[in-house]
């Protein structure tokens, strides 16, 4: 099946910096990357969609200035938390839209769990 | 407003029995309909993918979707306690490519 990847699976870090999150479609070009966060016990948030080479549209309440999308080319994409706080803290996870099987499908990373101290 | 609607459950079958899951959605429009597997702390696994009227069988999955009801669902066959997770919901609509998913239905097999 379709493999997503994402780097770092867990991390901690000090409050006020920053941190960057890689999610990569290993054998399939995503059109498309979405980025989610999960609180425990809750369900996906949607935080932005985003394509190869445009500005991610962010979903409302989510500060594009805080949470940084790159999407560098078509298997690469970057979520960074600029000045991470407490409050920062969950489960991000990404997932990439392709057509690896022939359909267009959503294919989820394992995730990447945030503590911010 | 596009709505996805699921059970959140728990729903608690013993092993060996059928579990069935159910999904409503709110978008005539929609098109793709996904099924996701969920285990805690784990993130979505995809387990089935349907489009079109009728049942489509994966081993001992059958997704079943119905578009004049506009509810879909998954039928898990012999259930196992390794099948205890969260089962998600999503559909898309021909308009969008972004999804919307369910909350999710908690599934517990109990030996």
């Known amino acids: 099946g379709a493999v997503v990847s994402q780097h770092p699976s867990r991390v901690i870090c000090k409050s006020g910096t920053s941190v960057k999150i890689e999610c990569r479609s290993l054998d399939f070009q995503a059109t498309t990357m979405f980025w989610y966060r999960q609180f425990p016990k809750k369900s996906l948030m949607l935080m932005a969609t985003s394509n190869e080479g445009s500005k991610a549209t962010y979903e409302q309440g989510v500060e594009k200035d805080k949470f940084l999308i790159n999407h560098a080319s078509l298997t690469l994409s970057t979520l960074t938390v600029t000045s991470a706080h407490p409050e920062d803290s969950s489960f991000y996870i990404c997932?990439?839209?392709?057509?690896?099987?022939?359909?267009?499908?959503?294919?989820f990373g394992p995730g990447t769990r945030l503590l911010v101290l | 407003q596009k709505e996805v609607e699921q059970n959140s459950g728990p729903l608690s079958v013993p092993e060996g029995a059928i579990a069935s899951l159910n999904c409503t959605y709110s978008?005539?429009?929609?098109?793709?309909f996904f099924w996701y597997r969920q285990y805690s702390g784990k993130s979505p696994e995809l387990i089935m993918s349907i489009y079109s009227n009728g049942d489509k069988e994966d081993g001992r999955f059958t997704a079943q979707l119905n578009k004049a009801s506009q509810y879909v669902s998954l039928l898990i066959r012999d259930s196992q306690p390794s099948d205890s997770a969260t089962y998600l919901c999503a559909a898309t609509s021909g308009g969008s490519y972004i999804p919307t998913f369910g909350r999710g239905t908690s599934l517990i097999v109990h030996p």
């Open positions: 978008d005539r429009g929609s098109q793709s």
């Open positions: 997932s990439a839209r392709g057509r690896p099987a022939g359909q267009e499908t959503q294919y």
